[in-house]
């Protein structure tokens, strides 16, 4: 059962790269109806995506930080039994902070990858 939560873990982590970095196709404006500056550019999507991979990356940082200082906490206070199990959590909770601040990394490592093509 442990065997099959992780290769679903890994897949939907693996899904949920290649889903960030795939590029949105969209239909441009229509140049019979052209209003100016209400066009919008890849310039201003690059800029909203930056920003928002800003902030989930930034916010991922804070939790994992805050959910490493609480595990910290209960391991340095828990008994003999209760540290085993902090342990045991300890793998998973370092592979998911590798994961968040290595993100930004990840994901343009692919795009540049991906982009190449």
């Given at each position: 059962?442990?065997?099959?939560?992780?290769?679903?873990?890994?897949?939907?982590?693996?899904?949920?790269?290649?889903?960030?970095?795939?590029?949105?196709?969209?239909?441009?404006?229509?140049?019979?109806?052209?209003?100016?500056?209400?066009?919008?550019?890849?310039d201003?999507?690059?800029?909203?995506?930056?920003?928002?991979?800003?902030?989930?990356?930034?916010?991922?940082?804070?939790?994992?930080?805050?959910?490493?200082?609480?595990?910290?906490?209960?391991?340095?206070?828990?008994?003999?039994?209760?540290?085993?199990?902090?342990?045991?959590?300890l793998?998973?909770?370092?592979?998911?902070?590798?994961?968040?601040?290595?993100?930004?990394?990840?994901?343009?490592?692919?795009?540049?990858?991906?982009?190449?093509?």
């Open positions: 059962m442990k065997k099959i939560s992780k290769a679903v873990s890994i897949l939907l982590v693996a899904f949920m790269l290649i889903s960030i970095v795939t590029p949105v196709l969209a239909v441009g404006p229509d140049p019979t109806n052209y209003q100016g500056d209400n066009s919008v550019t890849t201003k999507i690059d800029s909203l995506g930056n920003q928002i991979i800003t902030i989930v990356s930034t916010i991922g940082s804070i939790a994992s930080v805050i959910v490493l200082i609480v595990l910290g906490i209960k391991y340095m206070m828990g008994s003999a039994e209760e540290k085993a199990e902090y342990k045991k959590t793998l998973p909770y370092v592979i998911g902070a590798v994961l968040i601040f290595a993100a930004s990394t990840i994901a343009g490592v692919v795009f540049n990858f991906a982009s190449s093509l």
